[in-house]
């Protein structure tokens, strides 16, 4: 059973550029979820998506913005980055229980 | 506003004894709570949980004790090893929330031999 993959590990974008971040749910998952966690804090939620549809938002802007696909992988897309976006993005995925499996996260860094 | 709390940032532990991380959280319709631990350069790795129905679930060497009225959990390791040294996030979800968790800060752990 593969576990959730990301990708990019790692990236540096300038103030202002685009991003887009990817994630592979694990087997059997219908459920992703992203999360943004700065330096020496939690997790915190960004979005969730069930069955291709958005299904709840924690307080981010609408630049950032994401998709689910059919196999249930999933994307996150940042616009006109900020400074305070340089943070590890985390994907979790999960089915009907409410454990949430996390990826390794992807490390974005803004200059 | 932080509804879920963890307000000892580490924690040092010595190897065979008990670890105890606590954690307090605000919001009483929370109905789940998990512990998640991490390492550096890896994502959380689901560790235990509990149902707001319960007040004690255990798995192994790890324990998880909620008290509703106190709005406090805690997480007891024991023994403590030297491969239990991460950071630990409590998080906490409501009913039909079940994506959305809510975490705290972390405590880091360090178990030393």
């Known amino acids: 059973e593969t576990g959730v993959t990301q990708s990019p590990t790692h990236l540096i974008k300038t103030r202002g550029q685009q991003v887009t971040l990817r994630c592979s749910s694990q087997s059997g998952h219908n459920t992703v979820s992203w999360y943004q966690q700065a330096l020496g804090q939690g997790p915190q939620f960004i979005f969730q998506?069930?069955?291709?549809?958005?299904?709840g938002r924690g307080n981010f802007p609408p630049r950032f913005s994401g998709l689910q696909f059919p196999n249930y992988s999933s994307e996150l897309n940042v616009n006109a980055l900020e400074l305070d976006d340089s943070a590890l993005y985390l994907c979790a995925s999960s089915s009907n229980r409410r454990e949430l499996f996390f990826g390794e996260g992807s490390r974005l860094t803004v200059l | 506003d932080q509804q879920v709390k963890q307000n000892s940032p580490s924690l040092s532990v010595q190897e065979g004894r008990i670890s105890i991380l606590n954690c307090d959280y605000t919001n009483s319709m929370f109905d789940y709570f998990l512990w998640y631990k991490k390492y550096p350069a890896e994502g959380p790795t689901f560790l235990i949980s509990i149902s707001s129905i319960k007040d004690k679930n255990e798995d192994g060497r790890f324990t998880v004790f909620l008290n509703k009225s106190a709005k406090h959990l805690s997480l007891h390791i024991v023994p403590s090893q030297p491969g239990d040294s991460a950071v630990y996030f409590c998080?906490?979800?409501?009913?039909?929330?079940?994506?959305?968790?809510?975490f705290g800060q972390g405590t880091e752990l360090s178990v030393k031999p």
């Open positions: 998506y069930y069955r291709e549809e958005e299904n």
């Open positions: 998080a906490a979800s409501f009913y039909n929330q079940g994506g959305k968790l809510i």
